[in-house]
């Protein structure tokens, strides 16, 4: 099955193999669902409009839970290895907040808002051995990095881009890809300096980012120009281009067995 959220819609449950929708899930009038992640059998959500996250069991085909962050413009989900640790950025209120217990389910969870400065945090991404959390702020062009044990941030600096919106580590954790949809522009941190070592122009509009768990590449879709952009991360160049349909932005990655 794939899950794909929509403001305005609700989640649609389809059917991977057949190409065909199951059903829509309604998560509530005006609740503006926006991420989507699926672990442990359970699909998490935000609902950005009710300033929540939700959890729907595909197999019941219910809503289990809704959880209220306290916090404006909930809008992504980062989920850490062990599954028991979300993280969430608030856009309306320049903060990340950490729900810790999330996999328990209620009355368990415990909720953490850390602010970050900048104006409008909205990308995030854990590095991979789970020690930093990056995320990038839109108003402002600026990368916040967050200590995962401590829970503060422990740095921040800025890049200048006009319209930082994503971010996301490669495998290795050695890089960090961050799209600009202001100018169109791909640009890769060094991890360990903190350095930019390149910048790419792509179209217009990036605004999905894809690192598959196998690596080797990365995949952008380039939201204004309708196509998804294949980037080799080792030469850091663009190598292909996938026409799509019109407006590109989430994607996720199937393995076939």
Do not use: C
């Amino acid at each position: 099955m794939a899950f794909v959220a929509s403001p305005s819609e609700g989640i649609s449950v389809i059917d991977v193999p057949a190409m065909k929708e199951l059903r829509r899930v309604d998560t509530g009038a005006l609740s503006a669902p926006h991420d989507v992640l699926f672990a442990g059998g359970k699909l998490y959500f935000t609902a950005e409009g009710y300033k929540t996250i939700g959890r729907y069991d595909p197999a019941a085909n219910k809503v289990e839970w809704m959880l209220g962050i306290g916090q404006d413009g909930t809008h992504l989900l980062v989920l850490a290895k062990d599954q028991q640790t979300m993280w969430v950025p608030n856009r309306g209120s320049n903060s990340i907040s950490v729900i810790d217990g999330v996999a328990a389910g209620p009355p368990k969870f415990k909720t953490t808002a850390i602010p970050v400065p900048g104006k409008t945090p909205e990308g995030l991404d854990l590095s991979p051995d789970g020690r930093e959390l990056w995320t990038v702020t839109r108003g402002d062009g600026g990368v916040s990095i967050i200590d995962t044990a401590s829970r503060k941030v422990i740095q921040s600096f800025s890049l200048k881009l006009t319209d930082a919106n994503r971010v996301k580590f490669t495998p290795d954790g050695s890089k960090v890809i961050i799209l600009d949809g202001g100018t169109g522009t791909l640009v890769v941190v060094d991890v360990a300096s903190r350095k930019e070592i390149k910048r790419l122009k792509l179209g217009t509009s990036p605004e999905g980012i894809l690192v598959p768990p196998t690596g080797g590449r990365a995949y952008v879709a380039v939201n204004g120009d309708n196509y998804v952009s294949v980037i080799d991360l080792k030469t850091l160049a663009e190598t292909g281009r996938i026409p799509t349909g019109r407006g590109p932005d989430g994607m996720a990655w199937a393995e076939r067995k």
